[in-house]
């Protein structure tokens, strides 16, 4: 069965901190690596990944792939209040049933001022 | 701690029938869950909010007759997608909140792949 774990579960930090968020998975037949941002009423759609060793970059959060060790890392430098959420990873494969798609948990970040 | 748990995590159906999601937090209590759906270009959309023992709140343009939801303890809620047609097809993910909390301590399942045929 397809696995997604995220660490860690819960991160407090203070603003201007980088903070470095985790996700490693176990599927079959991987094709994308998705992350997401929760704060209210859904999660909106941060970065997809396919492709090892490739930064992806928006402002201040950056997010690269393992394909080798079966991760990836989201980064967010200088955090704002603004940043605390709960960060989703998810991950995109190809099984017997067709397209997959499965969950982690979330990283709950809160960002003190 | 803190899992969510959801079954099947995939199920394929025919046309006209009824299917249920499971959504269980298996060490902590959640008053309030959650059920979104994912449309494409990787967009999550929020369907609805369950509150045990209470009637959901659907969110705009969200059937209620149609994904009817049930939350009949603190550990589970049911998402059932009645007269299932190939529209509905999609990744179905749940989340619950823990008692008391805010959006924070929000925690999600895996996911359930429906495909309608």
């Known amino acids: 069965e397809d696995k997604v774990v995220q660490s860690p579960l819960s991160l407090v930090v203070h603003e201007g901190d980088t903070v470095t968020l985790n996700c490693s998975y176990e599927?079959?037949?991987?094709?994308?690596l998705l992350w997401y941002k929760q704060e209210k009423k859904a999660p909106t759609f941060l970065f997809m990944l396919?492709?090892?060793?490739i930064e992806k970059k928006s402002g201040r959060l950056s997010s690269i792939l393992d394909k080798k060790e079966l991760f990836s890392i989201l980064n967010i430098t200088a955090t704002q209040t603004g940043d605390s959420a709960v960060y989703l990873c998810?991950?995109?494969?190809?099984?017997?049933?067709?397209?997959?798609?499965?969950f982690g948990g979330g990283t709950r970040l809160m960002v003190k001022p | 701690g803190a899992v969510v748990s959801q079954h099947p995590s995939w199920v394929i159906c025919k046309s006209g029938t009824s299917v249920k999601i499971e959504c269980r937090s298996l060490?902590?209590?959640?008053?309030?869950m959650f059920w979104y759906r994912q449309f494409p270009k990787q967009s999550l959309m929020l369907m609805a909010t369950?509150?045990?023992?209470?009637?959901?709140?659907?969110e705009q343009g969200v059937e209620k007759d149609k994904f009817l939801i049930n939350h009949a303890s603190l550990t589970l809620s049911t998402l059932t997608v009645t007269s299932a047609h190939p529209e509905d097809s999609s990744f179905y993910i749940c989340?619950?909140?823990?008692?008391?909390?805010?959006?924070?301590?929000?925690?999600f399942g895996p996911g359930t792949r429906l495909t309608v045929t």
């Open positions: 396919t492709s090892s060793g």
């Open positions: 998810a991950v995109e494969a190809n099984n017997n049933a067709g397209n997959m798609l499965t």
């Open positions: 599927v079959t037949n991987f094709r994308s």
């Open positions: 060490d902590f209590q959640a008053t309030t």
């Open positions: 989340s619950a909140r823990v008692n008391g909390r805010g959006f924070y301590e929000q925690y």
């Open positions: 369950s509150n045990e023992g209470s009637k959901a709140t659907y």
